[in-house]
């Protein structure tokens, strides 16, 4: 049965107010550098139809549309949909087929899309429009600065209003009730596997208990352990050299580490993922029995994003109820930063950036097109879309707030130094993590060792790195 999809973005668009925005300076004519043509003010005046890429016309003109008209009445929009992008398998070459055909002027682009793009002379180079009109980045969250730039090759290709941080939630009660220290902020992976081993595991199916809960929308067994051996600064595989590095000793000892906890039933193994699963766009949540367990009340802690505030019913308005009609988050929970390495205390590979805003390279309205993306990251924008958004506002000044939770958690930790350079092509990540999956689900049933299948994953992930950086 096809679970549902809750498209939080449209739902929570409402109730926005006329906003004022601030006039700026933009190249005239098209380019990839944005200081290379004669500069001048856009002109309220002037007459410009701007195409966009975006989910859909209706939700970008309630968030975002309306309101710029208010200050430039003569813009009009013709929004191309995006739907055929995320239902594609490969969304990347998806998007760049869409941008050849029908050239928008400004792009809602994947972090993914976004670095591809950018390394591809594809998107307008921002940097001397924010610095001609100054727009203000001090004010936003560094990480989400640092990240853009890492996948910029040290530019600004972008902008991005929200980013979406892991964290662990943990249920105060259960805690109190088995006598377990509560979790700290910057606790080591090694410490949170202890704490997990800490709650009994019971029950069967949905209704069982863990220490660590993973929900199952869209993860597999191996994500786990790629995101500890991470924060070790453990890379699966060397692009530049077209060389896996998965076997190593360090990867070993975390492999049997996170399958040891899977199989006490300490954490718990998302379900078998489905190879052609087609990925949901990033303001999709996957609402399931299985994506319920901790905002149940069953398990004692959970690895989520700031979209699993809506399940505890804290986030944006938008609240679920679990299968015996009783209300998420009736029990007392907190929430403090993912885990981390001691190696690196204050790097997260948690954070991600669901939407970044670029203007097309061969936008023949680059003036207004920069308007728009500057205002989408504005000020004005974030106080009114920050309080209804399931995602994090790059502006931490208008983060949400959820009465005596900790959210700072959110935006506590960098971007994880070691993945910022780090561009293994989309469809080798999707397929060796299948491949990982698969063995690491052997490993549990006993029917395996360890060295064995790290050895399975190092010859079948270098045939699948070869084919991938053999297709770019």
């Given at each position: 049965?096809?679970?549902?999809?809750?498209?939080?973005?449209?739902?929570?668009?409402?109730?926005?107010?006329?906003?004022?925005l601030?006039?700026c300076?933009?190249?005239?004519?098209?380019?990839?550098?944005?200081?290379?043509?004669?500069?001048?003010?856009?002109?309220?005046?002037?007459?410009?139809?701007?195409?966009?890429?975006y989910?859909?016309?209706?939700?970008?003109?309630?968030?975002?549309?309306?309101?710029?008209?208010?200050?430039y009445p003569?813009?009009?929009?013709?929004?191309?949909?995006?739907?055929?992008?995320?239902?594609?398998?490969?969304?990347?070459?998806?998007?760049?087929?869409?941008?050849?055909?029908e050239?928008?002027?400004?792009?809602?682009?994947?972090?993914?899309?976004?670095?591809?793009?950018?390394?591809?002379?594809?998107?307008?180079?921002?940097?001397?429009?924010?610095?001609?009109?100054?727009?203000?980045?001090?004010?936003?969250?560094?990480?989400?600065?640092?990240?853009?730039?890492g996948?910029?090759?040290?530019?600004?290709?972008?902008?991005?209003p929200?980013?979406?941080?892991?964290v662990?939630?943990y249920?105060?009660?259960?805690?109190?009730r088995?006598?377990?220290?509560?979790?700290?902020?910057?606790?080591?992976?090694?410490?949170?596997?202890?704490?997990?081993?800490?709650?009994?595991?019971?029950?069967e199916?949905?209704?069982?208990?863990?220490?660590?809960?993973?929900?199952?929308?869209?993860?597999?067994?191996?994500?786990?352990?790629?995101s500890?051996?991470?924060?070790k600064?453990?890379?699966?595989?060397?692009?530049?050299?077209a060389?896996?590095?998965?076997?190593?000793?360090?990867?070993?000892?975390?492999?049997?580490?996170?399958?040891?906890?899977?199989?006490s039933?300490?954490?718990s193994m998302?379900?078998?993922p489905?190879?052609?699963?087609?990925?949901?766009?990033?303001n999709?949540m996957?609402?399931?029995?299985?994506?319920?367990n901790?905002?149940?009340?069953?398990?004692?802690?959970a690895?989520?994003?700031a979209?699993?505030?809506?399940?505890?019913?804290?986030?944006?308005?938008?609240?679920?109820?679990?299968?015996?009609g009783?209300?998420?988050?009736?029990f007392?929970?907190?929430?403090?930063?993912?885990?981390?390495?001691?190696s690196?205390?204050?790097?997260t590979?948690?954070?991600?950036?669901?939407?970044?805003?670029?203007?097309n390279?061969?936008?023949q309205?680059?003036?207004?097109?920069?308007?728009?993306?500057?205002?989408?990251?504005?000020?004005?924008?974030a106080?009114?879309?920050?309080?209804?958004?399931?995602?994090?506002?790059?502006?931490?000044?208008?983060?949400?707030e959820v009465?005596?939770?900790?959210?700072?958690?959110?935006?506590?930790?960098a971007?994880?130094?070691?993945?910022?350079?780090q561009?293994?092509p989309?469809?080798?990540?999707?397929a060796?993590?299948l491949?990982?999956?698969r063995?690491?689900?052997?490993?549990?049933?006993?029917?395996?060792?360890?060295?064995?299948?790290?050895?399975?994953?190092?010859?079948?992930?270098?045939?699948?790195?070869?084919?991938?950086?053999?297709?770019?």
């Amino acid at each position: 049965m096809r679970k549902p999809l809750l498209n939080l973005r449209t739902m929570l668009a409402a109730g926005l107010l006329p906003a004022l925005l601030t006039a700026c300076t933009m190249p005239a004519g098209g380019g990839k550098a944005g200081g290379d043509a004669e500069w001048r003010p856009m002109d309220k005046e002037e007459n410009v139809e701007l195409k966009v890429a975006y989910f859909d016309q209706q939700s970008f003109l309630t968030l975002y549309g309306n309101l710029f008209r208010t200050k430039y009445p003569n813009v009009e929009f013709e929004v191309v949909p995006l739907s055929s992008v995320y239902g594609a398998p490969d969304p990347v070459e998806a998007m760049r087929e869409l941008i050849e055909r029908e050239q928008p002027d400004v792009l809602l682009l994947s972090e993914e899309q976004y670095g591809a793009f950018a390394s591809e002379g594809l998107l307008y180079d921002l940097g001397p429009a924010i610095e001609r009109d100054r727009f203000d980045l001090d004010n936003m969250h560094p990480g989400v600065i640092e990240l853009l730039k890492g996948r910029g090759n040290g530019s600004l290709y972008g902008l991005a209003p929200e980013s979406n941080s892991m964290v662990l939630y943990y249920n105060k009660d259960l805690f109190d009730r088995h006598g377990v220290p509560h979790p700290t902020d910057r606790m080591t992976w090694e410490e949170l596997l202890a704490l997990a081993e800490q709650f009994p595991s019971a029950g069967e199916g949905f209704e069982r208990s863990y220490g660590l809960f993973q929900s199952g929308a869209g993860r597999t067994a191996f994500d786990l352990i790629r995101s500890i051996g991470e924060a070790k600064g453990l890379l699966v595989a060397d692009a530049d050299n077209a060389r896996m590095t998965i076997a190593g000793e360090e990867w070993r000892s975390v492999f049997a580490s996170v399958a040891d906890r899977y199989r006490s039933g300490a954490v718990s193994m998302p379900p078998e993922p489905k190879p052609d699963g087609a990925a949901a766009p990033p303001n999709m949540m996957v609402v399931s029995p299985e994506t319920m367990n901790f905002a149940s009340g069953l398990s004692a802690m959970a690895l989520d994003s700031a979209m699993g505030l809506g399940l505890l019913g804290a986030g944006g308005g938008f609240a679920v109820s679990s299968n015996d009609g009783t209300r998420p988050g009736a029990f007392d929970w907190d929430l403090v930063t993912v885990p981390v390495d001691a190696s690196q205390p204050d790097a997260t590979g948690g954070m991600t950036l669901p939407n970044v805003f670029a203007v097309n390279a061969n936008s023949q309205h680059t003036a207004a097109a920069w308007e728009l993306v500057k205002y989408i990251n504005g000020e004005e924008a974030a106080s009114m879309n920050a309080p209804n958004s399931p995602m994090l506002s790059s502006r931490p000044a208008f983060k949400r707030e959820v009465e005596g939770k900790r959210l700072d958690a959110f935006y506590a930790l960098a971007p994880n130094p070691t993945l910022l350079h780090q561009r293994l092509p989309s469809s080798f990540d999707k397929a060796f993590a299948l491949a990982a999956d698969r063995e690491i689900r052997r490993i549990v049933r006993g029917e395996i060792g360890v060295d064995e299948a790290l050895a399975a994953l190092e010859a079948e992930g270098q045939t699948l790195l070869e084919q991938a950086l053999g297709g770019e």
